[in-house]
């Protein structure tokens, strides 16, 4: 059974940092692209960041760039969101995804495995 399970989340103030893990389990996913995206209440599903199967290529949302930073362990098959600088706009319910192939995709459609969810909740 394929698993991906997010853990990190919680409540900080604005300009704290938080991280985020997600580990998977089930089968191997070092081959996969893995990406995080964020809910906010009465919002779309929005892409935070990803990474390349290989490790080697991230890519990111326009409102985390240069605050936000992806990065993955092949060994334990995990990957981190490092956020730093919260914002309050940044409060969501944060997912993380592997889809079978090597590439980011920006669309959460792309995706074929998704976690439960971690809550993040920035206060000002």
């Known amino acids: 059974q394929v698993q991906l399970v997010e853990s990190g989340g919680g409540l900080v103030q604005t300009g704290e940092s938080l991280r985020l893990s997600c580990a998977a389990s089930g089968r191997t996913f070092s081959t996969y692209a893995r990406g995080w995206f964020r809910q906010a209440p009465g919002k779309e599903r929005e892409f935070v960041a990803g990474i390349s199967g290989s490790g080697d290529i991230t890519y990111y949302g326009e409102s985390v760039k240069g605050r936000f930073t992806i990065s993955r362990d092949n060994a334990p098959n995990t990957v981190y969101l490092q956020m730093n600088s919260l914002k309050p706009e940044d409060t969501a319910v944060y997912y993380c995804?592997?889809?079978?192939?090597?590439?980011?995709?920006?669309?959460?459609?792309?995706?074929?495995?998704w976690g439960q969810g971690t809550q993040v909740t920035v206060s000002s």
């Open positions: 995804a592997a889809r079978g192939s090597d590439v980011v995709k920006y669309g959460s459609r792309w995706y074929d495995y």
